[in-house]
């Protein structure tokens, strides 16, 4: 039977994300860290894989870290086309804020307790 989420109360819970970039983009780190809230909607709709339940939610991120190489001022980047630019690359780090109003989610059903695939879109 599949894990059907109960749409009574607004869930609210901490969140810290983290990553590397990749490829030529692999000296490029972030960290944020926040709270995210979000209420169910709908009961379960669909059948087969796509079935699930929509989502309403929100988050405020007070920590937000990018680290990326010290400036570059001249580095030079090709574009597919042939041209190129000299330019600024890089700059340190950056440090943010960020809040998002909108997030709005399908979480798809999952016999499983620990582990919930979603698909979403998100405004802030």
Do not use: C
Not at 54 to 74: H, K, Q, R, S, V
Not at 101 to 120: A, D, E
């Amino acid at each position: 039977m599949a894990q059907v989420r109960k749409s009574q109360a607004f869930e609210i819970g901490p969140f810290v994300n983290g990553g590397t970039g990749l490829g030529n983009r692999n000296n490029y780190q972030f960290l944020s860290a926040g709270v995210q809230g979000g209420k169910i909607l709908t009961p379960v709709i669909g059948h087969g894989l796509l079935a699930g339940q929509f989502e309403y939610g929100a988050n405020i991120m007070p920590l937000w870290l990018g680290f990326t190489p010290p400036p570059n001022p001249a580095a030079t980047f090709l574009y597919p086309d042939g041209t190129s630019f000299t330019g600024p690359e890089g700059g340190g780090t950056y440090v943010g804020v960020s809040i998002t109003p909108v997030i709005l989610r399908w979480n798809f059903l999952s016999r499983n307790k620990h582990f919930q695939p979603w698909f979403q879109g998100r405004a802030g």
